[in-house]
C-alpha cells in the first residue's frame, strides 16, 4: 500500500492564526504537571480532553452551593440547578445550532447515544433482510450496537469501504444505500485515522434514497463547528469529556420529529407526565428520554466547556489545530521508518503512525518516560486496524493548547525509541 | 527514577528482533492461545510432552517486544524441563515482574529471565510479561484459550 502524498503534507504548514497558547495553557490545571521529571505533554486529547478551570469551578459550584436535583424541588437550591441544568442545554443547543431544546437530550455519552437511537428509533423500523449501514473506519461503539440490533432482529450490516488514505469511497457508500437501508451511521471525523468526511453530502445523498441519517461527532465537535440544521442529519451524538467537559456526559440531538414518535429509551422518574397502575403517559421532549436523576453536575460542567469554546473562537482554534496537525505530519514524515496511518485530504486532529519493525506499545511505553502521554492501541477501532494489516498504531491527537515544542517533543522521543531498539 | 533501559534491556530487544522457537507445532498434542483484550497481544504455545517432560516447545503470535522477549525466553527455558518445574518458574517470574520478594535461591532459579526484573517498574506492562506464561499454563491444563483478564 502506497499512501499518495497527502495534501496536509503538501500544504504549506501555515503559520497558526493568532492563538495565545502560553495564555491558554494556564487556563488548563493539568498541563502544569510533570511527569519523570519531564513537563507533561498531553498528546492523547483524543481519548478525552483536559478540562480548562472554568469546568472545574462550574462542577465545584454545583456541589458546593446547589447541590440539589432538578424539575422537582421547590426550594431555592433545586431552583437554582435546575435553571443551570436547563441553561447547559440552551448552550448546547446554540452550539450545535439546533431550533429547539426538545431536540437537546443528555446522555452518559456517544456510545449511550448511539445505542438510544439503536433501541428506540431504528429497532422498531429494522426486520429480517433489512440493513444498516456504517463505514469502514468506525468506532466499536458505531459498529457493535447495530450488530446487536441484526442479531437480535436478522438485519445485516453493511460496511461502506474506505481507500488506503482512509478516505470513505462514495460511490462505494452509494452503492450500499438501498431500498433495506434503515439508517446510515457516520462517524464525522475517525478517531483512528483524522478522516473527516463529507458528511453534508452523505446526508445528503442518503435522504435522497429515504435513509435516515446518524453522525458519530464525538471527535468532530471539539474541533470544527456543527451546525446540525446545515448538515440535516437525522441525529448527532457527542461526548462531553472529549469537548473539554467531564465524563459520563453527553449529548444525542435527534430531529423533534422523530423525537416525537420514538418510545423511551430507559422508564423512571422525571420521564413521566403521570403514572398509575393502569397506565403511563410519558413525559414531552426532551425529558421523556432522561429518566431517572440525570448527570447533574456533568451538564453544568458540560455547558462550561462549551462557554469555554464559544469565547474561544471554534473556528480559529481549529485553524491552529489544523496548523499544529500539518507541522505535526511534515516532522513525523522526515522520521526514517515512520509510516503515517491515515493520510486523507480532509483531516484533524489526529495522527496516527506506525514505526518499522516496532510494537506501538512499546513506543507508547518509551514516550511516557520522556513525558509524552499518547494513545497506542488499536483504538477502539480493531478493523480500521485489519484495514491497515497492523495490529495497532501510536497516536498523537492535538487540541488548541498544544505547540510546537510539543509536537518537536514526540519527534524527539520518536528518535530515543528507535535508539532503544537500535 | 525508573529508566526505559531499566525495561528494554539489551537481550529483551534481541529476543523481540529474533524470537527463538517461533512457529507452530504441527500436532502438536497440546496448545493454547493467550490473549490480552486490552492491547491485543495473542500468543499461541504449542508443546509436547514425553511423560511430564516438556519435549518441544515453539509459540507464535504478535505483541510488543515484552510479550515476544517474554515468549522467547521462556521457550528457551521451558524446553526439557519437568511440568513441576516450569509451573514454580511462573510463579517466581510472577512475583519478580510484579514487585513481590524473590529469595536469594528464587533469583538463582530465574538465571536469564532475571531480566524482566525491570518490568515491575511498569505496572501496566505486567500482563506483556506473563501472556507466555498463562498461555504455558494453560496448554500444560488442556485449556485451550486463556486471556490476561
Same mark, same amino acid.
Given at each position: 500500500m502506497t499512501p499518495r502524498p497527502s495534501s496536509v503534507a503538501v500544504r504549506p504548514a501555515t503559520e497558526p492564526s493568532r492563538l495565545d497558547v502560553a495564555r491558554i495553557r494556564e487556563d488548563f490545571p493539568a498541563l502544569r504537571q510533570t511527569v519523570n521529571g519531564k513537563v507533561l505533554v498531553y498528546l492523547d486529547n483524543a481519548a478525552t480532553a483536559q478540562k480548562p478551570q472554568t469546568v472545574l469551578d462550574a462542577l465545584r459550584k454545583f456541589y458546593e452551593c446547589e447541590c440539589a436535583n432538578v424539575h422537582r424541588g421547590l426550594h431555592w437550591m433545586s431552583e437554582e440547578a435546575t435553571r443551570d441544568y436547563e441553561g447547559s442545554r440552551e448552550k448546547v443547543r446554540r452550539f450545535l445550532s439546533a431550533s429547539d431544546t426538545k431536540e437537546i437530550v443528555f446522555v452518559r455519552g456517544t456510545t449511550e447515544a448511539i445505542n438510544l437511537v439503536g433501541q428506540c428509533f431504528v429497532r422498531p423500523r429494522l426486520g429480517p433482510g433489512d440493513e444498516i449501514l456504517i463505514t469502514a473506519m468506525e468506532h466499536h461503539s458505531n459498529i457493535v450496537p447495530w450488530q446487536m440490533l441484526c442479531e437480535a432482529t436478522g438485519a445485516k450490516l453493511r460496511v461502506a469501504p474506505m481507500n488506503d488514505d482512509g478516505e470513505l469511497l462514495m460511490d462505494g457508500f452509494e452503492r450500499l444505500l438501498t431500498p433495506r437501508t434503515r439508517i446510515a451511521a457516520v462517524s464525522h471525523i475517525s478517531n483512528a485515522l483524522g478522516t473527516v468526511n463529507p458528511v453534508a453530502r452523505l446526508t445528503e445523498m442518503a435522504h435522497s434514497r429515504g435513509v435516515p441519517v446518524l453522525l458519530d461527532g464525538a471527535q468532530a465537535a471539539p474541533h470544527v463547528p456543527v451546525n446540525v440544521q446545515e448538515l440535516d442529519c437525522d441525529f448527532y451524538a457527542f461526548s462531553g469529556h472529549k469537548l473539554y467537559g467531564p465524563t459520563g456526559i453527553g449529548v444525542l440531538y435527534g430531529k423533534e420529529k422523530w423525537l416525537e414518535e420514538m418510545p423511551p429509551y430507559q422508564g423512571g422518574g422525571d420521564m413521566i407526565r403521570s403514572v398509575t397502575f393502569d397506565k403511563t403517559t410519558y413525559n414531552s421532549l426532551p425529558y421523556k428520554f432522561e429518566a431517572g436523576t440525570p448527570h447533574i453536575a456533568g451538564v453544568i460542567g458540560l455547558g462550561a466547556g462549551v462557554d469555554y469554546l464559544n469565547e474561544l473562537g471554534l473556528e480559529r482554534a481549529g485553524a491552529y489545530e489544523n496548523g499544529l496537525l500539518?507541522? =505535526? &505530519?511534515? /516532522? $513525523? /514524515?522526515? %522520521?526514517?521508518?515512520?509510516? !503515517?496511518?491515515?493520510? =486523507? *485530504?480532509?483531516? =484533524?486532529?489526529? $495522527?496516527?503512525?506506525? %514505526?518499522?519493525?516496532?510494537?506501538? +506499545?512499546?513506543?507508547?511505553? %518509551? !514516550?511516557?518516560? @520522556?513525558?509524552?502521554?499518547?494513545?497506542?492501541? +488499536?483504538?477502539c477501532a480493531m478493523p480500521v486496524m485489519d484495514r491497515f494489516g497492523i495490529p495497532a498504531t501510536t497516536r498523537a491527537s492535538f487540541a488548541f493548547y498544544n505547540t510546537r515544542e510539543e509536537v518537536d517533543a514526540l519527534a524527539a522521543g520518536i528518535e530515543k525509541v528507535k535508539e532503544v531498539f537500535g | 527514577m525508573p529508566e526505559v533501559r531499566d525495561l528494554y534491556q539489551e537481550l529483551i530487544v534481541e529476543h523481540a528482533k529474533k524470537p527463538r522457537n517461533f512457529g507452530k507445532i504441527e500436532g502438536a498434542e497440546h496448545s493454547a492461545t493467550g490473549y490480552n483484550p486490552l492491547c491485543g497481544d495473542k500468543v499461541t504455545v504449542y508443546l509436547t510432552l514425553e511423560g511430564d517432560r516438556v519435549q518441544d516447545i515453539r509459540w507464535e503470535g504478535s505483541g510488543c517486544a515484552i510479550s515476544s522477549a517474554s515468549a522467547s !525466553?521462556? &521457550? @528457551? *527455558? =521451558? #524446553?526439557?524441563?519437568? /511440568?513441576?518445574? &516450569?509451573?514454580a518458574l511462573f510463579d517466581i517470574f510472577h512475583k519478580l515482574v510484579t514487585g513481590g520478594a524473590v529469595g536469594e535461591a528464587e533469583a538463582a532459579q530465574l538465571g536469564k529471565l532475571?531480566?524482566?526484573?525491570?518490568?515491575?517498574?511498569?505496572?501496566? *506492562?505486567? #500482563?506483556?510479561?506473563?501472556?507466555?506464561? +498463562?498461555?504455558l499454563k494453560a496448554a500444560l491444563e488442556g485449556t485451550k484459550s486463556v486471556t490476561t483478564d
Open positions: 500539518a507541522y =505535526a &505530519t511534515e /516532522r $513525523l /514524515r522526515r %522520521i526514517p521508518g515512520v509510516r !503515517l496511518i491515515g493520510t =486523507a *485530504r480532509e483531516k =484533524a486532529g489526529v $495522527l496516527s503512525f506506525v %514505526i518499522r519493525g516496532i510494537h506501538p +506499545h512499546d513506543v507508547g511505553t %518509551i !514516550l511516557d518516560r @520522556e513525558g509524552v502521554a499518547v494513545r497506542a492501541g +488499536h483504538h | !525466553l521462556m &521457550t @528457551e *527455558r =521451558a #524446553k526439557g524441563k519437568p /511440568r513441576g518445574e &516450569t509451573d532475571a531480566v524482566f526484573s525491570g518490568v515491575k517498574e511498569f505496572p501496566v *506492562r505486567v #500482563k506483556c510479561a506473563t501472556l507466555a506464561w +498463562h498461555t
